[in-house]
C-alpha cells in the first residue's frame, strides 16, 4: 500500500515562504517521477512542479523563479520550498507519487 503524507502548509503573509514536504510509504520513490499540484476553490487541480532528477525538473509558469522541488530518494521525501509568495498561491497543496495522490494540505497567503 503506497501512502503520501504532506506536511509544512499554513499561513503566511505576502512575501514570505514556506517549505513543504511529503514523505511516501510503500514505495521508493526512485522508481518513479513525483509531482506537486494545487487545486485553489472553485479552480481544477493544477500542476505546481514535477521532478524525474535534480536536472530534470518541471514547473508551473506562475511559480518559476519562485518555487524549487527536489528529491531526497534515501529519505522518500519530495520537498517543494516556495518563496515570495503570492496571495494567488492560496490552494490545498497536493503531493503525487506514480497514480496516488496525498490528501492535501492548506498553504494560504495573507495579502
Known amino acids: 500500500q503506497v501512502e503520501l503524507a504532506e506536511s509544512g502548509g499554513g499561513l503566511v503573509q505576502a512575501g514570505g515562504s514556506l517549505r513543504l514536504s511529503c514523505a511516501v510509504t510503500g514505495r521508493p520513490i526512485s522508481s518513479g517521477g513525483m509531482g506537486w499540484y494545487r487545486q485553489a476553490p472553485a479552480k481544477q487541480r493544477e500542476l505546481v512542479a514535477f521532478?524525474?532528477?535534480?536536472?530534470?525538473?518541471n514547473y508551473a509558469d506562475s511559480v518559476k523563479g519562485r518555487f524549487t522541488i527536489s528529491r531526497d530518494n534515501a529519505r522518500n521525501t519530495v520537498d517543494l520550498q516556495m518563496n515570495s509568495l503570492k496571495p494567488e498561491d492560496t490552494a490545498v497543496y497536493y503531493c503525487?507519487?506514480?497514480?496516488?495522490w496525498g490528501k492535501g494540505i492548506q498553504v494560504t497567503v495573507s495579502s
Open positions: 521532478i524525474i532528477s535534480s536536472t530534470a525538473t
Open positions: 503525487y507519487f506514480r497514480d496516488f
